[in-house]
């Protein structure tokens, strides 16, 4: 089993993929994926939401309840969504605990800043597992202006690499670093004791992650750094035109699907 302290212990990239779903997180854990997030993205992946900021904690709750009844071994890292944490203390801590305690998470994620250092010390402090987010952060959208890189420039990439140094100082577990240049990827995972987990950040992180519906091709768009290793639409889509072909030929149900009741010979 898979556990935040653990995380690093491999000389094997760390792979990471969201699930919003139990049988989903089924598959992830019989590949041997090491970390499973309910993501916040499951507002455009799972919900139909055009960003993340609609997500609910109720959302949360029960998709990482569904996706730790299904996984053995997989860490299972919940996503904390905008606005259930950061404006009150006690209120942030309070439902990074419900993940825990009601839904079954091994940890939260928090998108993180200036502003989540002393929450994750908190946290880490009472037993919560987090790991941080930092680079582009979604729920920032509206101040970020779109989901550009950062980091950038000179002064850019040194905030990050400062916040990656405070939040692993404050007893986060790992840092996921997103849509980042490689190279400051690079220096940030060289800097820290803890694992730096990227997406667009390039090849030099301890790990990856992908949102599983870029991953196997579920999606109809996926961002430029990922890559589509399946085409689970196409498949859906020829599966489900095939099913719609043979109900309306009356070719399904056959005779192998059906079954009849000799008791019942009267009756009809
Ligand atoms: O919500 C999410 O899926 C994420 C990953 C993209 C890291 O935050």
Redesign the pocket.
């Known amino acids: 089993m898979t556990t935040a302290r653990g995380l690093r212990e491999g000389d094997e990239p760390i792979t990471m993929l969201?699930a919003y779903d139990a049988p989903t997180a089924a598959i992830l854990d019989e590949a041997g994926i090491d970390v499973i997030?309910v993501?916040?993205?499951?507002g455009n992946a799972a919900l139909g939401y055009d960003s993340?900021l609609p997500v609910t904690m109720a959302e949360v709750e029960s998709r990482t309840a569904a996706v730790a009844r299904a996984t053995e071994d997989a860490l299972v890292v919940a996503?904390m969504p905008f606005l259930s944490f950061g404006v009150d203390e006690a209120e942030s801590v309070r439902n990074a605990g419900r993940l825990l305690k009601e839904a079954n998470a091994d940890a939260v994620?928090i998108?993180s800043g200036p502003h989540t250092v002393e929450m994750t010390q908190r946290m880490t402090d009472i037993g919560i597992p987090v790991m941080a987010?930092l680079g582009l952060t979604?729920q920032h959208v509206n101040r970020l202006g779109g989901y550009t890189r950062q980091g950038t420039d000179q002064d850019a990439a040194e905030e990050i690499i400062d916040l990656a140094g405070a939040h692993a100082e404050a007893g986060a577990f790992a840092l996921?670093l997103?849509h980042v240049p490689a190279n400051l990827a690079g220096a940030v995972t060289e800097a820290l004791e803890i694992p730096t987990i990227g997406?667009g950040a390039g090849p030099d992180c301890d790990g990856q992650?992908?949102?599983i519906n870029d991953a196997v091709g579920l999606g109809e768009w996926s961002p430029p750094f990922s890559r589509q290793f399946g085409d689970v639409r196409g498949e859906m889509l020829d599966a489900v035109e095939a099913y719609k072909e043979a109900v309306t030929d009356g070719e399904f149900p056959a005779e192998e699907h059906s079954h009849v009741e000799s008791a019942l010979d009267d009756l009809y």
Not at 39 to 42: L, W
Request: charged share 30%; hydrophobic share 40%.
């Open positions: 969201t997030l993501g916040d993205s499951m993340t996503d994620k998108e987010h979604p996921v997103e997406i992650v992908l949102v």
